[in-house]
């Protein structure tokens, strides 16, 4: 078995808490390099919530967010300081649109209860794979 084989170098290996930890920081690390030098070239579009806002952009230039979501909070969506008006301050092309999810959770609260029942059924199939990432 090929596991047989390798088994030596996976005894050799360090699997401390301390170890495994800081490999998962580093692997993070270089992910984010990678991909924040990506979107330096290339237009792309974002969804954004209070919590994943952050100070350090890495220099991205605004001008290559073509959409941004976000879920209507009024940090985000007010009109002289939220978070989108400052982003379409920097990039007036963005298309700026309120989060498909939260939209479908407002309409939800008028729709037949059929309807409803199949809604509720989609955003708690969604909540499982966005608690599973």
């Known amino acids: ?7 030596k170098y996976l005894k050799a290996m360090q699997l401390s808490k301390n170890t495994v930890s800081r490999r998962i920081d ?6 984010e390099k990678q991909l924040v030098e ?10 954004v919530e209070e919590s994943t806002l952050r100070d350090n952009v890495n220099d991205i230039p605004m001008k290559n967010i073509t959409t941004c979501a976000a879920d209507g909070a ?5 009109k002289k300081n939220g978070c989108l008006k400052l982003m379409k301050d ?5 298309i700026l649109v309120h989060c498909v999810i939260h939209r ?12 409803n029942e199949v809604l509720h059924n989609v ?11």
Do not use: H, W
């Open 104 to 115: 479908q959770n407002l309409v939800a609260k008028n729709i037949s209860p059929v309807l």
């Open 38 to 47: 990506k979107l330096k070239t290339r237009k792309f579009s974002v969804q």
């Open 26 to 31: 580093e692997m993070g690390e270089y992910i």
């Open 90 to 94: 920097a990039n007036p092309e963005m």
């Open 74 to 78: 009024p940090n985000m969506m007010g």
């Open 123 to 133: 955003i708690k199939c969604v909540n499982v794979i966005k608690d599973s990432a």
């Open 1 to 7: 078995m090929v596991f047989e084989k390798d088994n």
